[in-house]
């Protein structure tokens, strides 16, 4: 599989305080990931860097001929809010807007292809609901109903099952099995390490740096895990934006190399 999207020596900082330090890798084409790491470890910041919402600080982030369309980005829960007075249908319709013309109206194609999407979620009925009345749970399904409808090649996913029930978690699952199965790229940010074993072929273990990035198996072992643990602690907060010269004298670092 040919690399998708990667990622050169790319660090990420809030002003000037990094988050993200010196990772290099690949994406390749069609690959399912895990983004795992302990909290603050910069996953968050990681996709969002992909998406284009962050901007390196250094080092940079090669999409080859992908476009902003092309992303389908699910932030965290927290960071959506759902307050505004708009229905399911119309959520999910959002999902589309690339379609959309000059005035937002959107085909009957459209119109249908949400109410597919709605029925694979297991949200059939729902149409008129406000947002706000959703379970937490069935909001999360409406948001995958959405990326559904926007059909992009790269799916970027932060946190997608935190406060979500079994059921709902299984379900949402086999969606994200279905993109993989199409041939998308999917990227999801997971703290529970029995679905990353379970579910995703690939991971990629940060700790602020890189602590491995390749096969599951190899990556989510006992040695990794306590590594990972250790640098996100001995992490400053309060250090300054680091230098490239670093990389050098923080030997050991696992990197990877573009998938063939
Ligand atoms: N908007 C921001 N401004 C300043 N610092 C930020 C901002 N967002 C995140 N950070 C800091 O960057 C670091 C990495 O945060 P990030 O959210 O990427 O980690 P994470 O691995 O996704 O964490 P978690 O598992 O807790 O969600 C943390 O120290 C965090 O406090």
Redesign the pocket.
């Known amino acids: 599989m040919s690399a998708l999207i990667r990622l050169s020596n790319l660090t990420v900082a ?2 000037r ?1 990094p ?2 330090h010196h990772v290099s890798g690949s994406f390749a084409e069609g690959s399912l990931t895990a ?1 795992a ?12 860097a992909i998406v284009g919402e962050l901007r390196p600080a250094e080092g940079s982030i090669d999409r080859g001929t992908l476009m902003r369309n092309d992303f389908g980005y699910l932030p ?1 829960a927290a960071d959506i809010v759902r307050r505004f007075p708009i229905s399911v249908a119309d959520t999910v319709m959002l999902g589309a807007w690339k379609n959309a013309g000059a005035f937002g109206q959107f085909s009957r194609k459209d119109a249908e292809r949400a109410r597919e999407a709605l029925d694979l979620v297991g949200l059939s009925g729902f149409e008129r609901r406000h947002i706000g009345s959703l379970s937490a749970g069935q909001f999360q399904r409406v948001l995958f109903a959405r990326l559904l409808l926007q059909d992009a090649r790269v799916i970027l996913l ?2 997608p099952f935190t406060a979500i029930d079994q059921r709902t978690t299984r379900d949402l699952l086999d969606i994200v099995l279905r993109w993989s199965r199409e041939g998308r790229t999917v990227i999801a ?1 997971l ?1 529970d390490f029995e679905q990353v074993r379970a579910y995703f072929p690939e991971t990629l273990l ?1 700790a ?1 740096e890189l602590v491995g990035w390749g096969r599951t198996q190899d990556v989510m072992s006992a040695t990794n895990l306590i590594r990972a643990r250790a640098m996100a602690e001995r ?1 400053d ?1 309060e250090a300054d934006e680091c230098s490239a010269d670093d990389v050098e004298s923080e030997g050991g670092l696992v990197k990877r190399e573009p998938a063939e």
Do not use: C, F
């Not at 790491?37 to 969002?48: E, F, M, Q, R, V």
């Open positions: 809030y002003e305080h988050a993200v983004i790491g302990p909290n603050g470890a910069g996953k968050s910041t990681l996709l969002k965290q932060d946190e940010v703290h940060i602020r992490w907060m």
